[in-house]
């Protein structure tokens, strides 16, 4: 059974780092597209930046470059959300979700993605 597990969240101050994991059961995450989303209190939920399958590329959100980044770990069959300079307004809770269509460029469009994890809350706050 796929399964898409998030951890890593919590409190932070305002300029600090946290990395996210995203740990993957009952597939190969390196076939999959993965993207990080993330929905505030009161906000849809946005696309934060993901990475595409089997060494493909990355995107990013205006919001996030310079300051996130994205990593896949295959032995781990674990991606990465590496998250610094944190600011208030990255407060929310982040998700992680698979695509398996082959060859496709990831997206930063929720609808991309069949699979999700349950999210892990960050709070970016002094």
């Known amino acids: 059974q796929l399964q898409l597990v998030e951890s890593g969240g919590g409190l932070v101050q305002p300029g600090g780092s946290l990395r996210l994991s995203c740990a993957a059961s009952?597939?190969?995450?390196?076939?999959?597209?993965i993207g990080w989303f993330r929905q505030a209190p009161g906000k849809e939920r946005e696309g934060v930046l993901c990475?595409?399958?089997?060494?493909?590329?990355?995107r990013y959100a205006d919001s996030v470059k310079g300051r996130f980044t994205i990593s896949r770990d295959i032995a781990e069959n674990t991606v990465y959300l590496q998250m610094n300079s944190l600011k208030p307004e990255d407060t929310a809770i982040y998700y992680c979700?698979?695509?398996?269509?082959?060859?496709?460029?990831?997206?930063?469009?929720?609808?991309?993605?069949?699979?999700w994890g349950q999210g892990t809350q960050v709070t970016v706050s002094s």
């Open positions: 990475i595409s399958s089997s060494g493909g590329g990355t």
């Open positions: 979700a698979a695509d398996s269509t082959p060859f496709r460029r990831c997206a930063l469009f929720d609808y991309a993605y069949e699979y």
């Open positions: 009952g597939i190969t995450l390196d076939s999959y597209g």
